[in-house]
């Protein structure tokens, strides 16, 4: 009787911590799915969409007004598009797909001239647009064009001569537009996860997985944060997203057998818990992460947000864990989408400086594509 009654209280006592931990999933799954009207992610989305599809293209994601010119679509503008059709597709909104698809029309006639030369890595990542259209539409147009930047990112077009650093990165197997910027890690990404699941090619995305290893090698601190560039000292916040952002798409396309996967995770990981601590009182994140008396900056906390979201969903990050934090980014960001359904306090697009004041000091701006896109992309992860 004593065997049995031992036996007795060691199940029951399984049973309740089972029970617990059911209650605890439950209670994470409740906190990514219930939100007050406001914040929800289907009026969210539709809002940036909407006011997306208002505009004209932007120079580098600062909005334009129609008669001032354009040079080509720039990368702001792609991954706002891309965040477009991703949040249609999630929502199975026909209307808004169809009205994201006519928007491009224009670049295969009148507005061909601002297709963007495949000669740069902020420039190829547009063919993650038609090639999304092309898996929404099965229109072959669409995949031919994206192909073309698909391709290129690797090997480069006849018309374009490589310098000598360039044809090492390429002779060494990596993209000769390598060039050791957080930015390039959704560049790269995103245009190479889109080539693989349209053809199933494995090159396009164990070359991905590769580059991404490379730069997780190179530029992650033991905090899991990244400078902006080896040069430059900085946590900052967009930079940093760029990389979280381009590792959660990158996993999300990368086979489970794929070698570099473990790496890649690990690196992924890492950075959330140290996300995870820097996240502000108020759920935000600062324009440079580690400075508490630094501005809250929208479009790195929103592609964080992402990042974090995605791997609640996808199961890569403890649910009970990071659910709250996840949850708290989404409802501090939603408070700055103006009436018109700008984002605020977006830093403008920012290049490299081995300066900290130059980074308190960047301008803030409303409506700036860097920021409108993690938006969608939130609100596209929280509905998948």
């Known amino acids: 009787m004593k065997k049995y009654g031992i036996i007795g209280i060691v199940f029951v006592g399984v049973a309740v911590i089972c029970a617990f931990t059911f209650r605890g999933h439950k209670e994470a799954d409740y906190l990514l799915t219930d939100f007050p009207?406001?914040?929800?992610?289907?009026?969210?989305?539709n809002k940036i969409a909407d006011r997306f599809l208002e505009q004209w293209h932007s120079q580098y994601g600062s909005p334009l007004r129609v008669d001032e010119p354009r040079t080509q679509i720039t990368y702001p503008d792609v991954c706002t598009w891309l965040g477009g059709l991703w949040f249609a597709q999630a929502t199975k909104n026909r209307g808004l797909e169809e009205r994201l698809e006519a928007r491009f029309?224009?670049?295969?006639?009148?507005?061909?001239?601002?297709?963007?030369?495949?000669?740069?890595?902020?420039?190829?990542?547009?063919?993650?647009?038609?090639?999304e259209l092309y898996m929404q539409t099965k229109d072959e147009k669409y995949l031919a064009m994206g192909m073309k930047y698909a391709d290129t990112q690797w090997d480069a077009p006849a018309t374009q001569e490589l310098t000598e650093e360039e044809k090492a990165w390429a002779d060494k197997g990596y993209s000769w537009q390598t060039r050791l910027w957080m930015d390039d890690m959704f560049m790269i990404t995103a245009v190479q996860a889109q080539a693989y699941r349209v053809t199933q090619d494995m090159k396009y995305i164990t070359r991905a997985a590769r580059e991404m290893v490379y730069y997780l090698d190179e530029l992650q601190r033991s905090n899991g944060l990244f400078y902006h560039a080896p040069d430059v000292p900085f946590f900052w916040a967009r930079g940093n997203g760029w990389m979280a952002a381009g590792m959660a798409e990158l996993l999300k396309a990368l086979p489970e057998n794929n070698r570099d996967r473990d790496r890649i995770l690990e690196g992924y990981r890492k950075m959330m818990d140290s996300l995870k601590a820097y996240q502000g009182k108020d759920g935000m994140w600062n324009q440079l992460i580690d400075q508490s008396d630094c501005w809250p900056e929208t479009s790195g906390s929103a592609m964080f947000a992402y990042a974090i979201i995605t791997g609640v969903k996808q199961g890569w990050l403890d649910k009970k864990e990071y659910a709250p934090v996840a949850r708290r980014a989404w409802l501090a960001l939603v408070p700055y989408i103006n009436e018109e359904g700008d984002v605020r306090e977006v830093c403008v697009g920012t290049n490299k400086k081995n300066d900290k004041q130059y980074y308190y000091d960047r301008p803030r701006i409303a409506g700036d594509y860097h920021g409108q896109a993690p938006y969608l992309w939130c609100a596209t992860a929280l509905m998948e």
């Open 105 to 131: 029309q224009p670049l295969f006639t009148t507005e061909a001239y601002l297709q963007p030369q495949a000669n740069h890595v902020d420039n190829n990542v547009f063919g993650a647009v038609p090639l």
């Open 37 to 45: 009207a406001e914040a929800d992610p289907v009026t969210v989305g």
